[in-house]
């Protein structure tokens, strides 16, 4: 856990006991600190805080465990470098995590539109910052999961939603009644 001096004079000044002031000092200041005295809160706190700085979510990139991998891919201080690079990733959890994040750049949403795991799809579809373009690829080309996600993006635009509204699936047309307003549905239904 990185614990600043700012922390340990605020704790004096609150008149924190020794014990704790003993144990505040004793924790690390620095990124790198902690990665040598603390590896498993390195992992934690490096994918788990707004702060953590995009040269250490690049180092932890290639961390042999997925799961940390899937951290770094739904960082938003993740680099496009770095996206790519997870775009790429055998384990479908990891490519999970660059397809939500919001932060992906679009050509990278673009490939991952076409990912052989239906799952990566699914999450995808749930990314606010996807295009309509991919929105349409999806409709087109998703599992029934992935069309009811769809029905949950704001603003979708009128050809989507009257495909939608004309899917086979009644969970997907369940789903589009539910998400988009009712005033707007009556306009396409008829369509």
């Not at 144990?23 to 953590?52: D, H, I, M, P, V």
């Not at 939500?100 to 606010?128: M, W």
């Not at 599992?143 to 495909?163: A, S």
């Amino acid at each position: 856990m990185l614990i600043s001096n700012e922390q340990i004079e605020i704790a004096e000044q609150k008149g924190a006991c020794e014990e704790a002031l003993s144990w505040l000092r004793k924790k690390s200041r620095s990124w790198q600190e902690l990665a040598e005295k603390e590896y498993e809160w390195f992992y934690w706190e490096g994918c788990n805080t707004k702060l953590c700085p995009s040269e250490i979510l690049e180092e932890l990139s290639k961390h042999s465990d997925p799961y940390i991998r899937s951290l770094v891919a739904r960082h938003p201080n993740s680099l496009p470098k770095t996206l790519t690079i997870l775009a790429k990733d055998k384990d479908s959890y990891v490519r999970e995590g660059v397809a939500i994040n919001k932060h992906t750049p679009l050509n990278i949403l673009q490939i991952l539109s076409k990912d052989s795991d239906e799952s990566v799809k699914e999450f995808l579809a749930l990314n606010p910052s996807i295009s309509t373009e991919i929105l349409s690829y999806l409709v087109d080309n998703g599992g029934i999961k992935t069309r009811v996600y769809i029905t949950y993006q704001k603003n979708l635009p009128e050809e989507l939603i009257i495909k939608l509204a004309k899917d086979v699936s009644e969970r997907v047309r369940k789903s589009l009644v539910r998400c988009v307003p009712l005033p707007i549905m009556w306009q396409f239904i008829s369509k």
